[in-house]
């Protein structure tokens, strides 16, 4: 595995490919990666962390676009820059004082998730300082790992029937909101197990739970409103809420979910609870 600090990174992004940019990219600045080292492939980048080869490539992607790295077609993945070369200190004046680096001028929106990730990063110290760390519990989702699923033959499989539906022209890549096939599937399954009147057109597909509450929150919130969270939830949501400039409302929960009110908020996110139950067929 790479010297590369990804639970760490984890933990501060909560999402998994900005995690595993931020982790390679400082492995990289710091020179725990050398250029011209070698990365693992995708796959077997996946396999060692626990990750979809989706996340891999895509934090991949994202650091060849910022020049951290260099990949040719059939030679593999490479930090950027000729192997024994020290990636220049670009904060360093030629007279070998420490020069201040300028400030990015920063959107609304990007004042607004700095100062959201300044607090938790000083919340979190002062939990650490007042020796409250050790009590506290991760909630952080973790895989079933291999011993429990067949990971490889997954793989396999899926990647076989995406390359069919990609040839055949059925895998709705040039439709935004996902394949048609899927969406429909899952509009017959929502009226079937749910009564939810809808149809495919209703549907879209995102990338993540998180993709997915991050699109909702930017157009239905903005500047000011409300939004009502379930306490205790899931913070992924808190940060959605707060990027898109509104203000979080707390909504207490109970073992039988959420606690209605007559709360003053333009949105409320209520997730799914263990205690839906199908009915017999």
């Known amino acids: 595995m790479l010297p590369i600090d990804y639970s760490g990174q984890l933990a501060r992004f909560g999402i998994k490919h900005v995690a595993l940019y931020e982790a390679i990219r400082e492995a990289i600045a710091d020179g725990t990666l050398a250029p011209g080292e070698r990365l693992p ?162 549907i879209v597909l995102t990338s993540g739970s998180m993709q997915a509450i991050a699109l909702v929150s930017q157009i239905l919130l903005e500047e000011g409103t409300n939004a009502v969270v379930e306490n205790p939830g899931y913070s992924g949501i808190r940060r959605a809420v707060r990027m898109s400039g509104a203000r979080c409302v707390e909504g207490n929960v109970d073992e039988c979910g959420i606690v209605p009110e007559d709360w003053d908020a333009d949105l409320l996110f209520v997730t799914r609870r263990g205690s839906f139950r199908r009915a017999p067929s």
Request: glycine share 14%; proline share 5%.
């Open 41 to 202: 492939s995708t796959r077997t980048f996946a396999a060692e962390y626990g990750l979809s080869r989706g996340s891999v490539s895509l934090a991949y992607d994202m650091l060849a676009s910022g020049g951290y790295l260099r990949a040719g077609i059939g030679q593999g993945t490479f930090v950027a820059g000729s192997p024994g070369t020290k990636r220049p200190d670009n904060n360093r004046c030629e007279d070998g004082d420490r020069a201040a680096p300028a400030a990015p001028r920063l959107s609304s929106w990007g004042k607004r998730i700095a100062a959201m990730y300044e607090e938790e990063r000083l919340t979190e110290r002062g939990a650490n300082e007042a020796g409250s760390a050790d009590i506290r519990v991760s909630f952080v989702p973790q895989g079933i790992g291999s011993r429990w699923f067949p990971w490889a033959e997954w793989r396999a499989v899926t990647a076989a029937r995406w390359k069919k539906l990609g040839a055949s022209g059925e895998d709705g890549s040039s439709d935004p909101a996902g394949s048609m096939g899927l969406r429909r599937s899952i509009a017959d399954r929502l009226r079937r197990e749910r009564g939810i009147t809808c149809d495919p057109g209703d």
